[in-house]
């Protein structure tokens, strides 16, 4: 037999009794606490460094768990791509017989994908002439650039090391001579029919030692401490050269237009 309405407004009534307002008690601990960890995790965000090749691999792996389509045979490299041409082709050189190293060697970072180039390959010593070895690996390379639509920066680096009296004269400090072998890259680059406007040629002299640890102020201590063999010298004598992401090359178009011109 069905309720009467009296009767249903009677165990409305009686319902509305037994339910307490508002949201339940453990409810604004709960809050609390998820506002707490969002708060967190952007924190935490903001104070870490993004690295944009591990993100973009990170992509290409769910795209492709997701069904991702191919990629077009004219499509512009990643910088995942980079990576993998770069890495491809150090597989393919031969390690030094003495030290069972090879020359070249593949890193990632906030930047963007870097190819460090020993100096032992690359240039004789206080000079900024280039060896054929660097030109073989420059010839590699050149494809990938031209494949891919990134600025390319080329630093120099060199070791603590004061240069002779001898050439002196020619590069008075570590600061020329790393700025002269990058521009001798730069230039051997543009010889190879590279745009020369995606080149920029840097050098940072013995003040960017190559296995610095990320999570130190590079000082005179850490330098001298990453300077303090012959084989961590070795290590710093090199030429990188570095794909630039795109957030890298923001803030250097975003530097040059606030930094006023001198005539």
């Known amino acids: ?4 309405p009296q009767e249903r407004k009677k165990y409305i009534a009686k319902g509305r009794d037994q339910v307490e307002e508002g949201l339940p008690g453990w409810f604004g601990t709960f809050a609390d606490m998820m506002t707490l960890l969002f708060a967190f995790f952007v924190l935490l965000a903001a104070i870490s460094t993004i690295d944009p090749v591990k993100l973009q691999e990170m992509a290409d792996g769910m795209g492709k768990s997701v069904g991702k389509k191919e990629k077009l045979e004219n499509q512009s490299m990643s910088l995942a791509d980079v990576k993998e041409a770069a890495e491809k082709m150090v597989e393919e050189m031969e390690a030094d017989p003495e030290t069972g190293e090879k020359p070249v060697e593949v890193t990632t970072g906030p930047k963007g994908v870097t190819i460090g180039i020993s100096s032992d390959i690359s240039f004789s010593s206080g ?4 060896k054929s070895e660097i030109v073989d690996v420059l010839d590699k390379i050149v494809p990938t650039i031209e494949r891919s639509y990134f600025m390319v920066a080329v630093e120099g680096h060199t070791d603590t090391d004061v240069l002779p009296q001898s050439i002196q004269s020619k ?6 001579l790393s700025g002269a072998r990058a521009a001798s890259v730069v230039r051997q680059l543009i010889n190879m029919e590279v745009d020369p406007t995606r080149l920029q040629a840097v050098g940072f002299a013995q003040y960017v030692p190559r296995d610095r ?3 130190r102020i590079i000082d005179d201590e850490l330098i001298a401490e990453f300077n303090a063999t012959r084989e961590m010298k070795a290590r710093n004598r090199r030429v990188e050269i570095t794909f630039l992401a795109s957030g890298s090359v923001s803030k250097i ?4 237009e606030e930094t006023p011109s001198k005539l």
């Open 253 to 256: 178009s975003k530097l040059e």
């Open 171 to 176: 590069y008075p400090s570590n600061w020329e």
């Open 127 to 130: 000079s900024a002439n280039l």
């Open 1 to 4: 037999m069905a309720a009467t």
């Open 213 to 215: 640890p990320t999570d």
